[in-house]
């Protein structure tokens, strides 16, 4: 099992930047891959960022150039730096992990509010 934790949500600016954290703990051998998803009210939850396990990461095209993942591989954290954020931002961003075994865990969410 994978619990993880997120921190850094909140309200900001249009043009300002947020920093997303989440660790992971429990008891597992490795995890492959850590991310972002996020859902906005009445969309389906989507990919935002992920960190793989061989040190590549992806993102959204929306939110290149923006948002910067980065993975600390012995600490099992990942953060996620925002900037020049838009109101299209607002969501619900929610980590995630997948462990050796493939199976998929998430945190609990925290809210991202872009306005003015």
């Known amino acids: 099992q994978v619990q993880l934790v997120e921190s850094g949500g909140g309200l900001v600016q249009p043009g300002g930047s947020l920093r997303l954290s989440c660790a992971a703990s429990g008891r597992f051998f490795r995890i492959n891959n850590m991310g972002w998803y996020r859902q906005a009210p009445g969309k389906e939850r989507e990919l935002v960022a992920v960190?793989?396990?061989?040190?590549?990461?992806n993102y959204a095209d929306s939110v290149k150039g923006r948002f910067t993942i980065s993975r600390d591989y012995d600490k099992n954290t990942i953060d996620l730096q925002m900037n020049s954020m838009r109101p299209e931002d607002t969501a619900v961003y929610y980590c995630n992990a997948v462990s050796d075994t493939y199976r998929s865990f998430w945190g609990q969410g925290t809210q991202v509010t872009v306005s003015s």
């Open positions: 960190a793989l396990h061989g040190g590549f990461s």
